[in-house]
């Protein structure tokens, strides 16, 4: 099965991300597929590079870098909301790209689920 996922909440103040990242792991890990994943809200917020957590902390940008890697997961930040937060191509972590909302509508029309964390 072919899942998208919609990441609505940033990585640090809401269970949202944790939650979606541990999804995409898991549907990977039975032999699923997660082609897209789309940052929109303060979503966009999990690619920026310049997040630094502590070092006893979750690097959640770095999961979702290294997810990417290792199983070429399209990790997609909505244009307008990251421009709106300061998120441009400069800030980007590894494995993430800025697109609009086609993207968004691309995942839930061609995979067979669209899976959404957070309001």
């Known amino acids: 099965m072919k899942f ?11 269970q949202a991300t944790d939650s979606a990242y541990q999804f995409a ?12 994943v789309f940052f929109y809200h303060d979503g966009v ?17 770095a999961r979702w870098s290294k997810l ?19 998120i441009k191509d400069e800030v980007l972590a590894p494995g993430f790209r800025i697109s609009g ?3 968004l509508v691309e995942a839930g029309i061609q995979y067979d689920r669209l899976v959404t964390f957070g309001d």
């Open 4 to 14: 998208g996922i919609l990441v609505n909440e940033g990585p640090y103040n809401h």
């Open 25 to 36: 792991k898991a549907a990977i890990e039975k032999g699923h597929t997660v082609p897209r």
């Open 45 to 61: 917020y999990n690619s920026t590079k310049l997040t630094e957590p502590p070092q006893d902390d979750r690097n959640i940008v």
């Open 68 to 86: 990417a890697e290792d199983h070429k997961v399209d990790l997609v930040v909505c244009v307008a909301a990251g421009l709106r937060r300061g």
């Open 101 to 103: 909302l086609g993207q």
